[in-house]
C-alpha cells in the first residue's frame, strides 16, 4: 500500500516549495496564488536504514523500500468550497488522500506577499479548517434532505440513518471537525460513504526560517497549541532548507542535519509523523534476489501481511516463518537466526510486528 498524503496550505506559505524538495517532481513556485492548479503527484521512496542492513546481511541483489506519495494540492483561499480560486476542484483533491500536511507559513520575509497581507497562524488554520467543514456541511445538508425523503416510507433502518446525517451535520455545523465525532455501532459505513474532508487525519508542518530550526518560533508555539487541543502532531520544517538538502550527497547532508540539531531531514521526519499518524508500520521479505519493504496497518494479521505481497499469499497462507529484526541483525542473517532458534513459525492468528523479517509459506 502506497500512503497518499496531500499537502495543503494557503498561497505562498511554502507548500509548493516543500513539495518540490521532498519529492523532486519539479512543481512550479511562483510568488502568487494558484501558480499550481493541477495537483502535482511525487511518489518518494521511504528511507530504512533497516532495509539497507538486511540487504548489506543477505547480499539482496537489489533494495525495494516502500513508497510515500506527495500530492501537492493547490493553495486554497477562504470561499473556496463555494468555488473561490477553483476551490471545488482543489478540495475535491482532499478526497483522494489518506492524511492531509497542512503546511502552515511560520516565517517573516517582506519579500514573499501573503495573500491576507501578515502572518498570522492560527487565522491561516481557520481559513483550510473552515473551508473543508463547509464543504462537508453542502454534503451532508443534501444526505438529510434525501434521507428525509427516503425516511418518509417508515423505515425504521432509514430513519435511523436519517437520524444519523442529521446528528453528523450538527456535529460539522458548530465548526468542529468530522474527525473527532463519535460513531455508533452500525454507523461506520454510513460514515465511510460521505468521503468527507474534515475526516482525513491531520499533520501540521510550521514551515520556519533556517535560523528558527530546530525548535521554531512563537509562531509555531501557536500552531502546536492548536494541534493539541486537536491531538494533532506538528513538524518544524524549513522548506528553502529542504531544497538545499535536496541538492546535497548524502554524506554532506548527514553533517548539514547535524550541525543544526536535527535527527533526519523534514522528508524523513514527516514520513515517521505520518506513519504514525495512520497506525501504519513496515515487514520486510529478504532473499539473494531483492530485500524489500512493505507497509501494513498496525495490528495486521500474517495472512493478511501477505496479501499486501500478492493475494494467492492471502488465500493459500500455511504459515509465516519470522524473524525479529534485531535478531537478524544479532544473529547474522537467516542462517544464523535459525541456528540459534529465533526464528519463528507463525500462523493465522499472528499479529506482524514492526520490523519482522518474514518468510510466507502457502498452497497454490
Same mark, same amino acid.
Given at each position: 500500500? &502506497?500512503?497518499?498524503?496531500?499537502?495543503?496550505?494557503?498561497?505562498?506559505?511554502?507548500?509548493?516549495?516543500?513539495?518540490?524538495?521532498?519529492?523532486?517532481?519539479? =512543481?512550479?513556485?511562483?510568488?502568487?496564488?494558484?501558480?499550481? @492548479?493541477?495537483?502535482?503527484?511525487?511518489?518518494?521512496?521511504?528511507? $530504512?536504514?533497516?532495509?539497507?542492513?538486511?540487504?548489506?546481511?543477505?547480499?539482496? !541483489?537489489?533494495?525495494?523500500?516502500?513508497? @510515500?506519495? #506527495?500530492?501537492?494540492?493547490?493553495?486554497?483561499?477562504?470561499?473556496?468550497?463555494?468555488?473561490?480560486?477553483?476551490?471545488?476542484?482543489?478540495?475535491?483533491? @482532499?478526497?483522494?488522500?489518506?492524511?492531509?500536511?497542512?503546511?502552515?507559513?511560520?516565517?517573516?520575509?517582506?519579500?514573499?506577499?501573503?495573500?491576507?497581507?501578515?502572518?498570522?497562524?492560527?487565522?491561516? @488554520?481557520?481559513?483550510?479548517?473552515?473551508?473543508?467543514?463547509?464543504?462537508?456541511?453542502?454534503?451532508?445538508?443534501?444526505?438529510? $434532505?434525501?434521507?428525509?425523503?427516503?425516511?418518509?416510507?417508515?423505515?425504521?433502518?432509514?430513519?435511523?440513518?436519517?437520524?444519523?446525517?442529521? *446528528?453528523?451535520?450538527?456535529?460539522?455545523?458548530?465548526?468542529?471537525?468530522?474527525?473527532?465525532? /463519535?460513531?455508533?455501532?452500525?454507523?461506520? &459505513?454510513?460514515?465511510?460513504?460521505?468521503?468527507?474532508?474534515?475526516?482525513?487525519?491531520?499533520?501540521?508542518? !510550521?514551515?520556519?526560517?533556517?535560523?528558527?530550526?530546530?525548535?521554531?518560533?512563537?509562531?509555531?508555539?501557536?500552531?502546536?497549541?492548536?494541534?493539541?487541543?486537536?491531538? =494533532?502532531?506538528?513538524?518544524?520544517?524549513?522548506?528553502?532548507?529542504? &531544497?538545499?538538502?535536496?541538492?546535497?550527497?548524502?554524506?554532506?547532508?548527514?553533517?548539514?542535519?547535524?550541525?543544526?540539531?536535527?535527527?533526519?531531514?523534514?522528508?524523513?521526519?514527516?514520513?515517521? !509523523?505520518?506513519?504514525?499518524?495512520?497506525?501504519?508500520?513496515?515487514? #520486510?521479505?529478504?532473499?539473494?534476489?531483492? =530485500?524489500?519493504?512493505?507497509?501494513?496497518?498496525?495490528?495486521?494479521?500474517?495472512?493478511?501481511?501477505?496479501?499486501?505481497?500478492?493475494?494467492?499469499?492471502?488465500?493459500? #497462507?500455511?504459515? !509465516?516463518?519470522?524473524?525479529?529484526?534485531?535478531?537478524?541483525? *544479532?544473529?547474522?542473517? /537467516?542462517?544464523?537466526?535459525?541456528?540459534?532458534?529465533?526464528?519463528?513459525?507463525?500462523?493465522?492468528?499472528?499479529?506482524?510486528?514492526?520490523?519482522?523479517?518474514?518468510?510466507?509459506?502457502?498452497?497454490?
Amino acid at each position: 500500500m &502506497a500512503l497518499r498524503c496531500g499537502i495543503v496550505g494557503l498561497p505562498n506559505v511554502g507548500k509548493s516549495t516543500l513539495f518540490n524538495a521532498l519529492s523532486n517532481a519539479g =512543481a512550479e513556485s511562483a510568488n502568487y496564488p494558484f501558480c499550481t @492548479i493541477e495537483p502535482n503527484v511525487g511518489i518518494v521512496p521511504v528511507p $530504512d536504514e533497516r532495509l539497507d542492513t538486511l540487504a548489506r546481511l543477505a547480499g539482496s !541483489a537489489r533494495t525495494v523500500y516502500t513508497t @510515500i506519495e #506527495f500530492v501537492d494540492i493547490a493553495g486554497l483561499v477562504a470561499g473556496a468550497s463555494k468555488g473561490e480560486g477553483l476551490g471545488n476542484q482543489f478540495l475535491g483533491h @482532499i478526497r483522494e488522500v489518506d492524511a492531509i500536511v497542512h503546511v502552515v507559513r511560520c516565517f517573516e520575509d517582506g519579500n514573499v506577499v501573503h495573500v491576507s497581507g501578515s502572518v498570522d497562524p492560527a487565522r491561516d @488554520i481557520e481559513v483550510i479548517e473552515t473551508e473543508l467543514l463547509l464543504k462537508d456541511l453542502e454534503t451532508l445538508e443534501k444526505r438529510v $434532505d434525501r434521507a428525509a425523503k427516503a425516511a418518509k416510507a417508515g423505515d425504521r433502518k432509514l430513519r435511523d440513518e436519517m437520524e444519523f446525517y442529521e *446528528r453528523l451535520r450538527d456535529w460539522v455545523g458548530e465548526g468542529r471537525p468530522v474527525r473527532s465525532f /463519535e460513531v455508533r455501532d452500525g454507523e461506520r &459505513a454510513w460514515l465511510d460513504a460521505l468521503f468527507l474532508l474534515s475526516m482525513k487525519p491531520v499533520l501540521y508542518a !510550521a514551515n520556519v526560517a533556517e535560523s528558527d530550526l530546530p525548535d521554531g518560533n512563537s509562531h509555531v508555539d501557536t500552531v502546536r497549541a492548536i494541534a493539541g487541543t486537536e491531538g =494533532a502532531a506538528v513538524i518544524v520544517v524549513s522548506a528553502e532548507l529542504e &531544497a538545499q538538502l535536496a541538492e546535497l550527497e548524502p554524506e554532506e547532508r548527514t553533517a548539514f542535519l547535524q550541525d543544526l540539531g536535527l535527527d533526519g531531514s523534514g522528508l524523513e521526519r514527516l514520513i515517521r !509523523a505520518a506513519y504514525d499518524l495512520l497506525g501504519l508500520e513496515t515487514f #520486510f521479505t529478504v532473499g539473494p534476489k531483492e =530485500a524489500r519493504a512493505w507497509t501494513i496497518h498496525q495490528g495486521t494479521k500474517a495472512p493478511q501481511a501477505a496479501g499486501t505481497i500478492h493475494s494467492d499469499f492471502e488465500r493459500g #497462507f500455511i504459515r !509465516a516463518e519470522t524473524i525479529a529484526y534485531p535478531e537478524y541483525i *544479532r544473529h547474522g542473517g /537467516e542462517s544464523g537466526a535459525r541456528t540459534a532458534g529465533v526464528l519463528r513459525s507463525e500462523g493465522k492468528e499472528y499479529v506482524v510486528q514492526d520490523g519482522d523479517v518474514m518468510l510466507f509459506r502457502f498452497n497454490v
